[in-house]
């Protein structure tokens, strides 16, 4: 009976053993893969890259969707409060200019259809280039058309805002 117990005994401690080894190599591998990822600066920005774009898109496409519906309350936080549009005809406004024009009833989008659309990231600001046709009635006459657009996003906090917006009418 007693070599029975110390059988049990010297089982058990080698069970303990393996399993203090096994957890040792699952530690070393888990710390050894949380310095690569703090070590690799250029992954760990590519990640925050792809999410801000991501987070850039759906503001834009939310900007969109709030001129075509003429809702001015998302376009007063989207919009910065400096915000700058030139518009095709080279006019120069501002969001209050944008905002009036569009609780008047002066400014209808009827339809904004995105073709083209990139997005670059550069920490903390945001570039998107497109190209849109659009259908855009001011004071009852069309002016919009096929343009491009270069729209200037800036992440304040966490939230990303337009600050500037500069749209070309695309030659025929």
Request: net charge positive; no cysteine; aromatic share 6%.
């Amino acid at each position: 009976m007693n070599e029975h117990n110390s059988s049990r005994t010297s089982s058990t401690g080698v069970r303990i053993h393996i399993l203090l080894a096994v957890a040792m190599v699952l530690v070393t591998f888990s710390f050894a893969l949380g310095q690569a990822s703090r070590n690799n600066p250029v992954r760990a920005g590519q990640a925050r890259d792809a999410q801000a774009r991501r987070q850039v898109l759906a503001t834009d496409d939310r900007r969109s969707d709030a001129l075509r519906r003429s809702d001015v309350a998302p376009l007063r936080k989207i919009y910065a409060d400096d915000y700058t549009l030139v518009t095709p005809a080279g006019v120069i406004q501002t969001k209050s200019d944008q905002i009036d024009d569009l609780t008047s009833g002066r400014l209808q989008y009827v339809k904004i259809e995105v073709r083209e659309r990139a997005v670059r990231v550069y920490g903390d600001v945001a570039l998107i280039l497109s190209r849109e046709k659009t259908d855009i009635l001011r004071a009852g006459q069309q002016v919009g058309g096929d343009i491009r657009v270069t729209r200037v996003y800036k992440r304040f906090g966490r939230e990303w805002r337009v600050i500037a917006t500069h749209a070309s009418v695309i030659g025929q």
